[in-house]
């Protein structure tokens, strides 16, 4: 099947084709580093971590580029407050945000370019564009000329009537047009400052992603991705500066998920109605968030609320259980046919999803649709070797573009095993003896600590079902 992605420039779904066979270049925005990642930084960075690895499970080697900006307003004004440098303030926080995704399963990119160690190559850019004509010196600054290009508003599908009067264009002292946009901004006290031919000042934000998109992925980009919140003014700057310096397409794929929000407004550090990624990961384990974060599309905002997380901590549960049970099971001497063709049209349910404009939410619904009938066959004793080979790969596929099936182990997690082995058995010998009172209790306090004892054919079995009380009984 052809695999299709949602292309903002084009506003459809287009055949995926990337400029060089069999190689994928993706640029993903990443964080400004003033404070914490919080949950829609982990929205963007797992929905193109999973973006990615379906890629390469297609077959393409992906070289994958995401940025660090630390040269920008609110990364100076948090320096100012704290003191200390740029450089300094950066490293502290791109350290957590590297701690953040691993802790996440997010893989690491193949390059971090930091905006600050690209100042020669943006002052480079920046001399060719007025060279060129598309940018002036003003005042100590530099501006790019929005009138010398005729395809402005393209990637944002907006008139430049639409785009004056969104609120979001700035009239500054300097501009020949209040659409012009900053290439080069002029130092101001507090700031820190870099030497050019304009006089000391830092680079604009747009131009940075130019330069080290391109720097590190040539002039043609076949994927760049980023929050819907970006289309305009970033990207739609990045794209006009970058095919003005180039004279080519910048980008052939252009990739923007859904926010996340908060009730009605976005998640956004600059609000503070933000939750931080660590904080986050205190309450539930990182699967569950992968999983809460993938089972909606990613073009799609989502809500944020401990409901939903509860949620999809439930629905992983029942993933993991089926796979789990699966795994262990005696399969059955005759075939089962109507399984295994359930298990085949499951898988192909799955891959048609994900080359569907990588649609996650389809891909969770095709393993769904399995579950329901692979827990009836295990009920019924009727799972037969070829259904379970099939079951097991889609699980296998899932898994490895999710990456949610193994549970992270909390600490203590070593002994505990053991502990409900030995319980498991009490209960198990309190049975034997009629005592019903005694099993009945143990089940039941173990239920209040958020871990379910199951009786089935085979024997009796244990699972998490919930965050155990803060606050737990001593015994049992």
Aim: with cysteine; hydrophobic share 40%.
């Amino acid at each position: 099947m052809t695999l299709r992605v949602q292309n903002t420039m084009t506003g459809k779904l287009d055949d995926f084709t990337p400029v060089n066979p069999g190689r994928v270049g993706m640029y993903v925005c990443g964080i400004n580093t003033y404070d914490d990642s919080h949950m829609g930084h982990a929205k963007s960075a797992v929905t193109f971590d999973v973006i990615r690895r379906h890629l390469e499970r297609r077959g393409y080697a992906v070289k994958y580029v995401v940025n660090f900006t630390d040269v920008e307003d609110h990364c100076i004004q948090r320096a100012n407050e704290l003191g200390i440098s740029l450089d300094e303030l950066a490293k502290k926080y791109i350290a957590e945000y590297f701690k953040d995704m691993r802790a996440l399963g997010v893989r690491d990119a193949d390059e971090y370019p930091v905006a600050s160690h690209h100042i020669p190559e943006m002052r480079e850019a920046i001399k060719k564009l007025i060279a060129d004509g598309f940018a002036y010196a003003s005042m100590g600054s530099v501006y790019f000329k929005v009138s010398k290009v005729k395809e402005y508003g393209k990637l944002s599908h907006q008139s430049l009537d639409d785009m004056q009067s969104s609120g979001r264009v700035d009239s500054e002292e300097g501009k020949e047009d209040p659409m012009d946009f900053a290439l080069w901004k002029a130092w101001k006290p507090g700031e820190p400052s870099w030497d050019s031919p304009w006089g000391k000042g830092r680079p604009g934000w747009h131009i940075e992603c130019s330069v080290m998109s391109m720097k590190y992925l040539g002039e043609t980009l076949d994927i760049h991705g980023g929050g819907s919140e970006l289309v305009f003014p970033h990207h739609e700057n990045e794209l006009m500066q970058s095919e003005s310096l180039t004279g080519k397409p910048f980008v052939k794929y252009w990739l923007h998920g859904g926010l996340m929000n908060v009730g009605a407004e976005k998640m956004s550090k600059s609000l503070g109605n933000f939750f931080t990624i660590k904080d986050v990961l205190k309450l539930y384990e990182p699967g569950v968030v992968r999983f809460f974060l993938l089972n909606t599309h990613y073009r799609k905002p989502i809500d944020f609320n401990d409901k939903a997380l509860d949620e999809a901590k439930l629905s992983l549960a029942r993933i993991r259980s089926t796979w789990d049970r699966l795994r262990d099971t005696k399969t059955a001497e005759h075939p089962n046919p109507d399984l295994w063709e359930r298990a085949k049209k499951a898988r192909a349910d799955f891959e048609a999803a994900m080359d569907e404009d990588f649609n996650t939410r389809g891909a969770v619904a095709a393993v769904f649709e399995l579950l329901r009938d692979i827990n009836k066959a295990l009920d019924e004793g009727k799972v037969c070797e070829k259904a379970k080979e099939e079951a097991i790969a889609l699980f296998g596929e899932f898994d490895r573009l999710f990456g949610v099936l193994a549970a992270q182990k909390a600490e203590g997690d070593d002994m505990l095993a053991p502990l409900m082995h030995i319980l498991v058995e009490l209960r198990e010998d309190a049975r034997k003896r009629k005592d019903f009172k005694a099993a009945d209790l143990i089940r039941d306090r173990l239920k209040a600590l958020g871990i379910a004892i199951e009786d089935s054919a085979g024997g009796a079995k244990w699972k998490y079902t919930k965050k155990p009380p803060e606050e737990s009984p001593n015994d049992i």
